[in-house]
């Protein structure tokens, strides 16, 4: 019904609040990678399902209730991993001098991202109707494949640990550990 949509649209808002707070407490218990793969595979599914609903929304009463259903499990895959977790790992795969750079950039994709979404989102629902969710179906499932594929746990792991795998991984030269940024240093003795 239409009167329901402000009671959804608060509910959705506090299961995103509810569902970060309880992600800044899980990521170090599950990792990292876990959380991502997780979060995009619920995204990926609540996508999918969504998809079927809207299209047999006309033909079977209840499938609002299951398309509301969706979009919460959506925002909750959402809020496990891909919303938080991108901004720690980039603070853990880069060194401590590129990581302004990469900051920078990983938050202006995301939220170029976040607008080209939002901006190209109506046009799309005009034109693809029931199945405009295909397309995010798609992009957490590729996602999804490449985090299972590429990007190790991070999760107590020191940078050259992290960087060891990517080495392995992609066999390309390594960082050098006589850099000084990567050096062990003493603990600092205080004056008294």
Known sequence: KEDDVQYVTAGT?????LITICAIFVV???GRRF????GFSV????????TGALAMQDVISWMPYVSIACVISYVIGHA????PIPALLVTEIF????????YMVAGTVHWLSNFTVGLVFPFIQVGLGAYSFVIFAVICF????YIFLIIPETKSKTFIEINQIFIKMNKVPGVHPEKEELKEFPPSTARQ
Request: aromatic share 2%; charged share 5%; net charge neutral.
């Open 13 to 17: 808002g506090a299961v995103n609040v």
């Open 28 to 30: 170090e218990l599950m």
């Open 35 to 38: 959380l991502l793969l997780l």
């Open 43 to 50: 995204c990926f599914t609540a996508c999918c399902v969504l």
């Open 80 to 83: 496990l991993g891909p919303s």
């Open 95 to 102: 060194l401590q001098s590129s990581r302004p750079a990469a």
């Open 142 to 145: 590729l996602t999804t494949v």
